[in-house]
């Protein structure tokens, strides 16, 4: 054990509090590299299908805007696997969509499906027990990324003190991989907020499925994370301290969850029969490109995150007439804002859409984001925020969920109606400079056709307010409605969390 996780466990004992670990010589089983994309079965009868459309170098791509579409995605390329799936997530709730999935996972698993699950260590240690059990399966391997040494909340605090420098940079990735065929990016994670289930809010999000040559890079770049030191064997790092499941007690625990939530389950349809129609179906409407795929590196203990950042910020400098932005978090650098400056000093239209306060689930990134706005409207910059009543709340709500609010989760970037970014990255200095993102560059003027049209819709009066300045310079939100002279906000509880927030000295990070 080292000296900080000595540190940390022992305040854990001096303040009560159980829960720590350290790494178990444990023989676990670990496929280090990626097994040959698959020749039979479902999905490889339609990427054949697909691939004889293709030129070598160009992909086949569809954009997954609603949440029934994340939802279905997800469940059609677990449900029709025949060799491996390889996932990495940056969240995996543990709620219905989460022990859903989960479950269908361990039925891939039966099949002999292989499956490789990164999971980041960011909030895990709360559904240790769950994902341990998961791993008990011969068929599935887990592993954590950039782990804690304590599995407990309260001494995490002395933890984050001796090992700010490596806590700090976690896995924001986002990946699913089927039989080597297909894979899928994005900003969804696996939660009932994402997929439209969830009564606190759910999100407005966005990912994008591909085939062709774009998976290879994709495959890859997981097998890189998958080997990387900070990705640690569920099994050899931790004892939960509610003990491990067995599989069988996963399973009922599954099945119960699923019964409870049968309203939900019936909102969709989950039949293997549904997964392999939704298959079946990707060789009739998608868009055609050549691309790219950026990533950061996995060893962020010695080299620093940033170079998503880098070619995002390239890639946003290649404007020629037209920029169209949604993202949840806009915490610009000045690197970043020099670029737009430039920009619109050129006459280039930029459009931004990003979360209002009252859809902002990160208070922290809201206060890091408003200083922006006054200068943003100066360059010419078309600013937007999300309404929390938006229209498109019934493209995002599914099973009769009524939610509070639809959050703007997206992230994506649209230049001169050719090119497309769709992945991981905000533009904030986390996304930039701090975490590990990943996503796509496409060269596609029909996959930029749809992408701007999905991003400008969320713009429109019934689903953002219009930020301007009126004849006196001040802020007004507007829609077709009204003008607000002051920012609408969900009462003055939250006008006084937003006061406090701005107090704190550590918006470089929002």
Same mark, same amino acid.
């Given at each position: 054990?080292?000296?900080?996780?000595? %540190?940390?466990?022992?305040?854990?004992?001096?303040?009560?509090?159980?829960?720590?670990?350290?790494?178990?010589?444990?023989?676990?089983?670990?496929?280090?590299?990626?097994?040959?994309?698959?020749?039979?079965?479902?999905?490889?009868?339609?990427?054949?299908?697909?691939?004889?459309?293709?030129?070598?170098?160009?992909?086949?791509?569809?954009?997954?805007?609603?949440?029934?579409?994340?939802?279905?995605?997800?469940?059609?390329?677990?449900?029709?696997?025949?060799?491996?799936?390889?996932?990495?997530?940056?969240?995996?709730?543990?709620?219905?969509?989460?022990?859903?999935?989960?479950?269908?996972?361990?039925?891939?698993?039966?099949?002999?499906?292989?499956?490789?699950?990164?999971?980041?260590?960011?909030?895990?240690?709360?559904?240790?027990?769950?994902?341990?059990?998961?791993?008990?399966?011969?068929?599935?391997?887990?592993?954590?990324?950039?782990?804690?040494?304590?599995?407990?909340?309260?001494?995490?605090?002395?933890?984050?003190?001796?090992?700010?420098?490596?806590?700090?940079?976690?896995?924001?990735?986002?990946?699913?991989?089927?039989?080597?065929?297909?894979?899928?990016?994005?900003?969804?994670?696996?939660?009932?907020?994402?997929?439209?289930?969830?009564?606190?809010?759910?999100?407005?999000?966005?990912?994008?499925?591909?085939?062709?040559?774009?998976?290879?890079?994709?495959?890859?770049?997981?097998?890189?994370?998958?080997?990387?030191?900070?990705?640690?064997?569920?099994?050899?790092?931790?004892?939960?301290?509610?003990?491990?499941?067995?599989?069988?007690?996963?399973?009922?625990? +599954?099945?119960?969850?699923?019964?409870?939530?049968?309203?939900?389950?019936?909102?969709?349809?989950?039949?293997?029969?549904?997964?392999?129609?939704?298959?079946?179906?990707?060789?009739?409407? +998608?868009? %055609?490109?050549?691309?790219?795929?950026?990533?950061?590196?996995?060893?962020?203990?010695?080299?620093?995150?940033?170079?998503?950042?880098?070619?995002?910020?390239? +890639?946003?400098?290649?404007?020629?007439?037209?920029?169209?932005?949604?993202?949840?978090?806009?915490?610009?650098?000045?690197?970043?804002?020099?670029?737009?400056?430039?920009?619109?000093?050129?006459?280039?239209?930029? %459009?931004?859409?990003?979360?209002?306060?009252?859809?902002?689930?990160?208070?922290?990134?809201?206060?890091?984001?408003?200083?922006?706005?006054?200068?943003?409207?100066?360059?010419?910059?078309?600013? +937007?925020?999300?309404?929390?009543?938006?229209?498109?709340?019934?493209?995002?709500?599914?099973?009769?969920?009524?939610?509070?609010?639809?959050?703007?989760?997206?992230?994506?970037?649209?230049?001169?109606?050719?090119?497309?970014?769709?992945?991981?990255?905000?533009?904030?200095?986390?996304?930039?400079?701090?975490?590990?993102?990943?996503? %796509?560059?496409?060269?596609?003027?029909?996959?930029?056709?749809?992408?701007?049209?999905?991003?400008?819709?969320?713009?429109?009066?019934?689903?953002?307010?219009?930020?301007?300045?009126?004849?006196?310079?001040?802020?007004?939100?507007?829609?077709?409605?009204?003008?607000?002279?002051?920012?609408?906000?969900?009462?003055?509880?939250?006008?006084?969390?937003?006061?406090?927030?701005?107090?704190?000295?550590?918006?470089?990070?929002?």
């Amino acid at each position: 054990m080292s000296w900080y996780a000595l %540190v940390a466990c022992s305040l854990a004992v001096l303040t009560g509090f159980a829960g720590c670990a350290t790494y178990r010589p444990t023989p676990v089983s670990e496929s280090q590299v990626a097994l040959p994309a698959a020749t039979d079965g479902p999905i490889a009868a339609v990427a054949q299908r697909i691939s004889s459309q293709l030129q070598a170098d160009e992909s086949a791509l569809w954009l997954l805007p609603t949440s029934r579409d994340a939802f279905l995605s997800r469940l059609g390329l677990i449900d029709t696997a025949t060799t491996s799936l390889d996932i990495q997530y940056f969240l995996w709730q543990d709620d219905w969509s989460g022990q859903f999935l989960l479950e269908r996972l361990l039925q891939a698993a039966d099949r002999g499906v292989r499956v490789r699950l990164l999971i980041d260590d960011v909030a895990e240690f709360s559904r240790d027990a769950m994902m341990f059990g998961v791993s008990r399966h011969p068929n599935i391997e887990v592993k954590i990324f950039n782990p804690w040494r304590t599995r407990t909340r309260m001494p995490r605090a002395a933890e984050w003190v001796f090992r700010v420098d490596t806590l700090n940079h976690r896995l924001h990735n986002k990946t699913i991989i089927a039989d080597g065929l297909f894979a899928m990016i994005g900003g969804r994670n696996v939660g009932d907020r994402y997929f439209g289930v969830y009564e606190k809010f759910v999100q407005h999000d966005l990912d994008i499925l591909f085939s062709g040559a774009l998976v290879g890079p994709v495959e890859s770049d997981f097998d890189n994370y998958w080997r990387a030191g900070l990705s640690v064997p569920i099994q050899r790092y931790l004892k939960p301290r509610r003990g491990p499941l067995s599989l069988a007690e996963l399973r009922l625990m +599954f099945g119960e969850t699923i019964i409870e939530g049968e309203r939900l389950a019936q909102a969709y349809d989950t039949s293997a029969t549904s997964s392999e129609q939704w298959i079946q179906s990707l060789d009739r409407d +998608f868009s %055609v490109g050549k691309g790219r795929y950026i990533f950061d590196d996995p060893d962020v203990r010695t080299v620093r995150p940033e170079q998503v950042g880098e070619e995002l910020l390239e +890639f946003l400098a290649t404007t020629q007439r037209e920029l169209i932005i949604v993202t949840a978090y806009f915490v610009p650098s000045d690197e970043l804002m020099q670029i737009l400056e430039s920009l619109a000093a050129r006459g280039v239209r930029i %459009v931004l859409l990003t979360n209002s306060i009252q859809t902002n689930n990160h208070m922290l990134a809201h206060v890091g984001y408003k200083r922006w706005r006054k200068r943003l409207l100066r360059m010419g910059i078309e600013l +937007f925020e999300a309404k929390p009543d938006a229209a498109l709340m019934s493209s995002h709500t599914v099973g009769g969920t009524t939610p509070e609010f639809l959050g703007l989760h997206s992230k994506a970037i649209v230049i001169d109606d050719r090119w497309s970014l769709v992945g991981t990255p905000n533009l904030d200095p986390r996304a930039l400079k701090i975490n590990t993102e990943n996503a %796509v560059i496409v060269d596609s003027i029909d996959l930029a056709r749809r992408l701007k049209t999905l991003i400008l819709e969320a713009a429109v009066p019934e689903n953002a307010w219009r930020i301007q300045f009126d004849a006196r310079g001040q802020l007004v939100w507007s829609d077709d409605e009204q003008q607000l002279k002051r920012e609408p906000k969900n009462g003055f509880g939250q006008r006084i969390k937003e006061f406090l927030f701005s107090l704190l000295p550590i918006k470089n990070q929002a």
